[in-house]
T-cell receptor, first 119, second 114 residues
Framework: DTGVSQNPRHKITKRGQNVTFRCDPI?????LYWYRQTLGQGPEFLTY????????KSRLLSDRFSAERPKGSFSTLEIQRTEQGDSAMYLC?????????????????FGPGTRLTVL | GNSVTQMEGPVTLSEEAFLTINCTYT??????LFWYVQYPGEGLQLLLK?????DKGSNKGFEATYRKETTSFHLEKGSVQVSDSAVYFC?????????????FGSGTRLSIRP
């Protein structure tokens, strides 16, 4: 499978615990995005990487959230001291960051998401 | 800032009915416009896109035309099927010169009765 993969698919944790999610983008995509989707809403942008550099962070990304992409390939999103309000689906997307055939600069391919439930 | 407003759901139709899901946007410059679909238990998939004014995106019988004068990108299908039941998101990204994060509407849940 050459799509975007995310692990785990589901995570249940107790309030106050730390959690870490992983995203593996499509091979050779140099842009990687994290989004959060709460029930009944559209995804909201959290942060974005161009290769290993984190170039933009949303105001939604509080100090308890940190994302890394150390080698410009996979990325991790960590949430420290989880709160019930962090319960959501966390989506990862990747894009080529250029133009390749019919795929345009800003077409993003989404993974299946990690559903986080904080008890 | 940039934003997307789409028709609230849920929308329930009978099979073979005509579908319209309204979407309007607010953006500076010349955004690209998208419709994404989320089938039950699956991830977001790009359904169609349009990158400039008057472009028509189409896929799987769905169409949407980029109307700059009305800042709209309404989704249409002439004859819906039960398999079209899903949540549909209208979205935009701000163009070639930026990081192009996608801004989504709140989604419209579509249910098709046999």
């Amino acid at each position: 499978d050459t799509g975007v993969s995310q692990n785990p698919r589901h995570k249940i944790t107790k309030r106050g615990q730390n959690v870490t999610f992983r995203c593996d983008p499509i091979s050779e995509h140099n842009r990687l995005y994290w989004y959060r989707q709460t029930l009944g809403q559209g995804p909201e942008f959290l942060t974005y990487f161009q290769n290993e550099a984190q170039l933009e962070k949303s105001r939604l990304l509080s100090d308890r959230f940190s994302a890394e992409r150390p080698k410009g390939s996979f990325s991790t999103l960590e949430i420290q001291r989880t709160e019930q309000g962090d319960s959501a689906m966390y989506l990862c997307a990747s894009s080529p960051g250029g133009r390749s055939g019919r795929v345009t600069y800003n077409e993003q391919f989404f993974g299946p998401g990690t559903r986080l439930t904080v008890l | 800032g940039n934003s997307v407003t789409q028709m609230e759901g849920p929308v329930t139709l009978s099979e073979e009915a005509f579908l319209t899901i309204n979407c309007t946007y607010t953006a500076t410059g010349y955004p690209s416009l998208f419709w994404y679909v989320q089938y039950p238990g699956e991830g977001l998939q790009l359904l169609l896109k349009a990158t400039k004014a008057d472009d028509k995106g189409s896929n799987k019988g769905f169409e949407a035309t980029y109307r700059k004068e009305t800042t709209s990108f309404h989704l249409e299908k002439g004859s819906v099927q039960v398999s079209d039941s899903a949540v549909y998101f209208c979205a935009l990204s701000s163009g070639y010169s930026s990081a192009s994060k996608i801004i989504f509407g709140s989604g419209t849940r579509l249910s098709i009765r046999p």
